[in-house]
Nanobody
Framework: QVQLVESGGGLVQPGGSLRLSCAPS????????MGWSRQAPGKQRELVAT???????SYGDSVKGRFTISRDNDKNMVYLQMNSLKPEDTAVYHC???????????WGQGTQVTVSS
């Protein structure tokens, strides 16, 4: 059973920054890809960012240029740096991972991000 533990959420003013962290129970290199998704109340889950084992990154259109996904191989962590935050970024952010491109993803419990003045 894969466990993913997120941290780093909180309350931030519009225009501010936060960095989310994800700690998997196994090596980050055991996964084909890891990433972040978010879900706001009453809305569908939205893909935010993905990083593959090879280091390729991709982003949802709404966060391009503001969010950056990265990993620390030594610490076995995946991060989501979020800059220029907007109220519409408010959501529960979930870390996810999958062992292969067609495999079912594993999900963390999520961390709340609230952008409000």
């Amino acid at each position: 059973q894969v466990q993913l533990v997120e941290s780093g959420g909180g309350l931030v003013q519009p225009g501010g920054s936060l960095r989310l962290s994800c700690a998997p129970s196994g090596s980050i290199f055991s996964f084909y890809a890891m990433g972040w998704s978010r879900q706001a109340p009453g809305k569908q889950r939205e893909l935010v960012a993905t990083i593959t084992r090879g280091g390729f990154t991709s982003y949802g259109d709404s966060v391009k240029g503001r969010f950056t996904i990265s990993r620390d191989n030594d610490k076995n962590m995946v991060y989501l740096q979020m800059n220029s935050l907007k109220p519409e970024d408010t959501a529960v952010y979930h870390c996810n991972s999958r062992y292969d491109p067609l495999g079912s993803p594993y999900w963390g419990q999520g961390t709340q991000v609230t952008v409000s003045s």
